[in-house]
C-alpha cells in the first residue's frame, strides 16, 4: 500500500470511529446519540454492546452546527484600543487572545474527553482546511490555534 492510499485508510477509520452516548456528557447530544446510533462497539470506552453510538464524523457534523450557531472565532489581533494600550509605554497591559481554545470548547461544550474532542477538531479541521489561506498566514475555521467565543 502506498503513503497516500495508506493516509486515505487512516482518515476513513478515524472519521468511521464509534462514539456512544455514555462518552458524551451533554444531554441532547446524548440522547440524539440514543435516539439515532446503532449498537456498535465504541473507540472510547469499553463500553458494551448495549450502547448505541454514531460515528465521530456525525458527532463532528451535530458539534459544527452548534459552533455555527453559538460560538464565533475570535480576532487573532489586538483591536484599536488594546493596540493604543500596547502602544503605551507606560502602560504594563499585555494582550492575549480572547477565547478558548477550540480543542477544550469542544470538549467542554460537548461533555466529552480530550480524546473525542481532538479526533473531532481533526475532522472539523480537514474539512476547512484551505491551502492558499494557511500560505498567506490566515487562520481557517476550527485550526489547531483557533480561540473561539460563546455567543
Same mark, same amino acid.
Not at 487573532?76 to 470548547?105: C, F, I, N, Q
Given at each position: 500500500m502506498n503513503k497516500i492510499?495508506?493516509?486515505? &485508510?487512516? $482518515?476513513?477509520?478515524q472519521e468511521q470511529k464509534r462514539v456512544c452516548s455514555a462518552c458524551v456528557g451533554e444531554?441532547? !447530544?446524548? +440522547?440524539?446519540?440514543?435516539k439515532?446510533?446503532?449498537?456498535?462497539?465504541?473507540?472510547?470506552?469499553d463500553g458494551e454492546m448495549e450502547r448505541r453510538a454514531i460515528t465521530i464524523?456525525?458527532?463532528?457534523?451535530?458539534?459544527?452546527? &452548534?459552533? $455555527?450557531?453559538?460560538?464565533?472565532r475570535?480576532?487573532?489581533?489586538?483591536?484599536?484600543?488594546?493596540?493604543?494600550? !500596547?502602544? +503605551?509605554?507606560e502602560s504594563s497591559y499585555d494582550w492575549e487572545r480572547h477565547g478558548e481554545e477550540v480543542v477544550?470548547?469542544?470538549t467542554n461544550a460537548a461533555d466529552v474527553e480530550e480524546a473525542i474532542a481532538t479526533d473531532v477538531l481533526d475532522i472539523l479541521e480537514d474539512r476547512y482546511a484551505n491551502f492558499e489561506a494557511a500560505k498567506l498566514g490566515e487562520e481557517c475555521e476550527f485550526a489547531d490555534s483557533d480561540e473561539v467565543a460563546r455567543v
Amino acid at each position: 500500500m502506498n503513503k497516500i492510499s495508506e493516509a486515505n &485508510a487512516d $482518515e476513513e477509520t478515524q472519521e468511521q470511529k464509534r462514539v456512544c452516548s455514555a462518552c458524551v456528557g451533554e444531554v441532547y !447530544l446524548s +440522547d440524539l446519540i440514543d435516539k439515532t446510533g446503532t449498537k456498535d462497539p465504541c473507540a472510547y470506552c469499553d463500553g458494551e454492546m448495549e450502547r448505541r453510538a454514531i460515528t465521530i464524523a456525525a458527532l463532528a457534523d451535530y458539534i459544527e452546527s &452548534a459552533f $455555527e450557531r453559538h460560538y464565533v472565532r475570535t480576532p487573532t489581533d489586538p483591536d484599536d484600543y488594546e493596540y493604543m494600550l !500596547l502602544k +503605551d509605554k507606560e502602560s504594563s497591559y499585555d494582550w492575549e487572545r480572547h477565547g478558548e481554545e477550540v480543542v477544550w470548547a469542544i470538549t467542554n461544550a460537548a461533555d466529552v474527553e480530550e480524546a473525542i474532542a481532538t479526533d473531532v477538531l481533526d475532522i472539523l479541521e480537514d474539512r476547512y482546511a484551505n491551502f492558499e489561506a494557511a500560505k498567506l498566514g490566515e487562520e481557517c475555521e476550527f485550526a489547531d490555534s483557533d480561540e473561539v467565543a460563546r455567543v
